[in-house]
């Protein structure tokens, strides 16, 4: 019965804590494994010994390998493979040349300054060659960088997981084998490390087929289970190739990942929805139970000459393995300095190395809690040094680019044209998209980027990439369709700022309704649409300078006469569109259009305020 409850309070405070960590590191800014492994560390064996992983006896390693499967397949669902296409060069030479090199220098750190033997260095340097996309990602999600940045470093983190995981079980067989003294000729290595990409890959990519049929039949998966049938095809596919290859179960949900994503099976978004909060959820209590499981007084013992190592790492060994494997590429120097400064190793490197340690102990090999310590205290560095710094290297180096946020612009009229003008003005990509063909087509024969889609079905949306967008913005004449559309976009997609115009407040979609859909009102006020369609006149910009020494007001306050209206605020050289809770200064410039006179606008705009 004791056993019981202490598995129970375990399990129950290893996903309570993780998720606590998850919040309280959105709400900080800060990544959420500093967290996960503090809470881990002090309700674990050193400290207050309420979290005891031991409980879940060989249990811990299957949970920790159905997570990593989770975590795995939703990473390679969500890389963009058009964007992988255009950067395939860089990528393959990371996940090759790079690794090669990586593994050859972390080994010769891990030796000569960790001091561990030759065989736990070797190991140690191939388990080190993996990066984290569950940090990568999250880290990229908030930092304005050009997409080639943002692809090469998915694109490696996703694809050199496996690569390197695999890398460093080869190495393992062969450790574990001359200690038994097993024959370990090359033809044995070689298959330890092809066969199981091998294997992985084959087997991932007949499940993708097999869940790519199950989920467009309708007749036989119903919609309310389809992520649950995802799910367990995860797992099926992971068990088959763990049963055919140990450890191939790691290659073979990466490969189903990528090639799911290019079968066009219906409701995909909801699936990486789905499989996002598995990974979120598995990530949280993986970390918490490893890091329990941790001895901190470990840690303490790799002290000055640990720390030094991790940076060396970090600081010489990254970088010399970035640069070299992309010589001769598209990348500039400040592109390749940034990716060789965001290296975070996160779950993948963690499980590994604790199911390592294990298998050393009981092949009575010393070195398992040297690789495990050395390898937490290179995740908890690389981690919070990396992700807390990485914005502002990218600042120092000029890589931000706040101006090339693109807007999603639904509704090619009159009004939406305009807009679409003034966005590309001012070096926003912007996309125009519309049901109504004839409106495209015009709007193509202005030079402006507009498509034919549905703002209001998922897969139009998802069909022109709408989760990449910084700004969506809503401006049909149906007040309805904006409020919808800009709620799919926010709620399905995460797009964050969304803008849906207006009609009639009184009747229909209204404010309040807005707020509940999380949108913001766009230009700060209900319009008339129709009548900026209908009217013959010309539209003409205005630039209008909120005059010095002028109080802060909210532009919603601003009484614009019907004619007027005021699209976009610029403030120190960033534009942002106008709404409902946006505030006016002294020194900024409001973009109007409107169809008066020259003239006639400035002398409304000087009595305004």
Same mark, same amino acid.
């Given at each position: 019965?004791?056993?019981?409850?202490?598995?129970?309070?375990?399990?129950?405070?290893?996903?309570?804590?993780?998720?606590?960590?998850?919040?309280?590191?959105?709400?900080?800014?800060?990544?959420?494994?500093?967290?996960?492994?503090?809470?881990?560390?002090?309700?674990?064996?050193?400290?207050?010994?309420?979290?005891?992983?031991?409980?879940?006896?060989?249990?811990?390693?299957?949970?920790?390998?159905?997570?990593?499967?989770?975590?795995?397949?939703?990473?390679?669902?969500?890389?963009?493979?058009?964007? @992988?296409?255009?950067?395939?060069?860089?990528?393959?030479?990371?996940?090759?040349?790079?690794?090669?090199?990586?593994?050859?220098?972390?080994?010769?750190?891990?030796?000569?300054?960790?001091?561990?033997?030759?065989?736990?260095? @070797?190991?140690?340097?191939?388990?080190?060659?993996?990066?984290?996309?569950?940090?990568?990602?999250?880290?990229?999600?908030?930092?304005?960088?050009?997409?080639?940045?943002?692809?090469?470093?998915?694109?490696?983190?996703?694809?050199?997981?496996?690569?390197?995981?695999?890398?460093?079980?080869?190495?393992?067989?062969?450790?574990?084998?001359?200690?038994?003294?097993?024959?370990?000729?090359?033809?044995?290595?070689?298959?330890?490390?092809? /066969?199981?990409?091998?294997?992985?890959?084959?087997?991932?990519?007949?499940?993708?087929?097999?869940?790519?049929?199950?989920?467009?039949?309708?007749?036989?998966?119903?919609?309310?289970?389809?992520?649950?049938?995802?799910?367990?095809?995860?797992?099926?596919?992971?068990?088959?190739?763990?049963?055919?290859?140990?450890?191939?179960?790691?290659?073979?949900?990466?490969?189903?990942?990528?090639?799911?994503?290019?079968?066009?099976?219906?409701?995909?978004?909801?699936?990486?929805?789905?499989?996002?909060?598995?990974?979120?959820?598995?990530?949280?209590?993986? &970390?918490?139970?490893?890091?329990?499981?941790?001895?901190?007084?470990?840690?303490?013992?790799? /002290?000055?000459?640990?720390?030094?190592?991790?940076?060396?790492?970090?600081?010489?060994?990254?970088?010399?393995?970035?640069?070299?494997?992309?010589?001769?590429?598209?990348?500039?120097?400040?592109?390749?300095?940034?990716?060789?400064?965001? !290296?975070?190793? !996160?779950?993948?490197?963690?499980?590994?190395?604790?199911?390592?340690?294990?298998?050393?102990?009981?092949?009575?090999?010393?070195?398992?809690?040297?690789?495990?310590?050395?390898? &937490?205290?290179?995740?908890?560095?690389?981690?919070?040094?990396?992700?807390?710094?990485?914005?502002?290297?990218?600042?120092?180096?000029?890589?931000?680019?706040?101006?090339?946020?693109?807007?999603?612009?639904?509704?090619?009229?009159?009004?939406?044209?305009?807009?679409?003008?003034?966005?590309?003005?001012?070096?926003?990509?912007?996309?125009?998209?519309?049901?109504?063909?004839?409106?495209?087509?015009?709007?193509?024969?202005?030079?402006?980027?507009?498509?034919?889609?549905?703002?209001?079905?998922?897969?139009?949306?998802?069909?022109?990439?709408?989760?990449?967008?910084?700004?969506?913005?809503?401006?049909?004449?149906?007040?309805?369709?904006?409020?919808?559309?800009?709620?799919?976009?926010?709620?399905?997609?995460?797009?964050?700022?969304?803008?849906?115009?207006?009609?009639?407040?009184?009747?229909?979609?209204?404010?309040? @309704?807005?707020?509940?859909?999380?949108?913001?009102?766009?230009?700060?006020?209900?319009?008339?649409?129709?009548?900026?369609?209908?009217?013959?006149?010309?539209?003409?910009?205005?630039?209008?300078?909120?005059?010095?020494?002028?109080?802060?007001?909210?532009?919603?306050?601003?009484?614009?006469?019907?004619?007027?209206?005021? @699209?976009?605020?610029?403030?120190?050289?960033?534009?942002?569109?106008?709404?409902?809770?946006?505030?006016?200064?002294?020194?900024?410039?409001?973009?109007?259009?409107?169809?008066?006179?020259?003239?006639?606008?400035?002398?409304?705009?000087?009595?305004?305020?």
């Amino acid at each position: 019965m004791h056993s019981d409850m202490t598995l129970l309070v375990t399990i129950v405070s290893a996903v309570g804590f993780g998720l606590l960590a998850q919040i309280l590191a959105h709400r900080w800014h800060i990544p959420a494994i500093v967290l996960l492994l503090g809470f881990g560390i002090l309700l674990g064996q050193s400290v207050l010994k309420i979290v005891q992983p031991h409980v879940l006896g060989t249990g811990l390693s299957i949970l920790v390998k159905l997570a990593v499967a989770i975590i795995l397949f939703e990473g390679a669902l969500n890389l963009d493979l058009k964007s @992988l296409s255009q950067c395939a060069t860089e990528v393959r030479r990371l996940v090759t040349v790079g690794v090669l090199l990586s593994w050859g220098l972390i080994t010769l750190i891990a030796r000569f300054i960790a001091g561990l033997e030759w065989p736990i260095a @070797l190991l140690f340097g191939a388990l080190m060659t993996v990066t984290g996309p569950t940090v990568v990602q999250p880290l990229l999600r908030r930092i304005p960088l050009p997409r080639s940045i943002k692809t090469v470093l998915e694109g490696e983190a996703i694809l050199v997981d496996p690569i390197g995981a695999i890398l460093a079980i080869a190495v393992l067989d062969v450790i574990l084998a001359t200690a038994t003294h097993s024959a370990t000729g090359w033809l044995n290595i070689l298959w330890a490390y092809f /066969g199981r990409i091998l294997i992985g890959g084959t087997v991932g990519a007949l499940g993708a087929f097999g869940l790519a049929f199950l989920l467009k039949n309708n007749n036989l998966v119903p919609q309310e289970l389809s992520n649950l049938v995802a799910l367990a095809c995860v797992w099926v596919t992971f068990g088959v190739a763990e049963q055919l290859q140990s450890e191939a179960g790691i290659m073979a949900v990466v490969a189903m990942g990528l090639i799911t994503q290019s079968r066009g099976i219906p409701g995909l978004q909801r699936l990486r929805r789905f499989k996002e909060t598995l990974t979120t959820l598995g990530i949280s209590v993986i &970390f918490i139970l490893l890091a329990a499981d941790l001895d901190i007084t470990s840690l303490w013992k790799e /002290g000055a000459m640990g720390l030094l190592a991790v940076f060396l790492m970090m600081f010489v060994a990254r970088p010399l393995a970035v640069f070299f494997s992309t010589w001769h590429t598209r990348l500039d120097w400040r592109q390749k300095t940034f990716i060789a400064w965001v !290296g975070p190793r !996160g779950i993948v490197a963690a499980s590994m190395a604790s199911i390592f340690a294990l298998a050393l102990q009981e092949s009575g090999l010393p070195g398992g809690e040297h690789l495990l310590a050395l390898t &937490f205290l290179t995740i908890l560095l690389t981690v919070t040094v990396q992700s807390l710094t990485a914005e502002k290297i990218a600042h120092l180096l000029g890589l931000l680019n706040r101006g090339e946020e693109k807007v999603f612009v639904v509704g090619a009229n009159k009004l939406g044209c305009a807009l679409v003008k003034l966005f590309q003005k001012y070096a926003r990509p912007v996309l125009l998209v519309d049901t109504n063909r004839t409106a495209v087509e015009h709007a193509r024969a202005k030079g402006l980027d507009a498509v034919y889609g549905n703002a209001l079905e998922e897969e139009s949306l998802e069909e022109y990439h709408v989760e990449e967008y910084a700004t969506f913005l809503a401006v049909t004449s149906n007040s309805e369709v904006n409020v919808l559309a800009c709620q799919l976009a926010n709620n399905e997609f995460g797009v964050e700022r969304t803008y849906p115009a207006l009609s009639n407040p009184t009747k229909g979609a209204n404010p309040a @309704l807005l707020k509940q859909t999380g949108g913001k009102l766009a230009f700060g006020r209900p319009i008339d649409i129709q009548a900026w369609e209908l009217s013959d006149e010309e539209i003409h910009e205005f630039t209008w300078l909120i005059p010095d020494r002028q109080p802060a007001l909210r532009a919603e306050e601003v009484p614009f006469p019907a004619g007027i209206l005021p @699209l976009l605020r610029i403030r120190r050289g960033n534009i942002e569109l106008v709404h409902t809770e946006q505030s006016w200064q002294s020194g900024d410039e409001i973009v109007v259009i409107s169809t008066f006179a020259q003239e006639t606008v400035k002398k409304l705009l000087g009595g305004l305020i």
